[in-house]
């Protein structure tokens, strides 16, 4: 094979690897996003932490658990034992 023909294929690679923002949530949404899962302790486990989450960005809750699974694609957030998701960025970021 030539490189002509693999060059584009390595570039295919690496979009692939990207992931993508959940669908109608915005940059700012994303920044929303991480500021309230931040204000209820960093972590999305139960009821009790996506309902929050919901009301103050105005995402939905397949939008909220969707932009949860893209922080971790991105290794912005992390899954915990317990099934739930851990932000690991700006004030959640440990220590």
Known sequence: MTA???APLAGLGLLAACA???EGVTPAGLVAFDEAVASIGCELVGESDYLP???QTGMSREQVIQT???RVANEEAVKLENGGVRLITGSCAPA
């Open 4 to 6: 002509r023909f693999l």
């Open 68 to 70: 949860a699974s893209f």
């Open 20 to 22: 993508m923002p959940p």
């Open 53 to 55: 989450v919901e009301l």
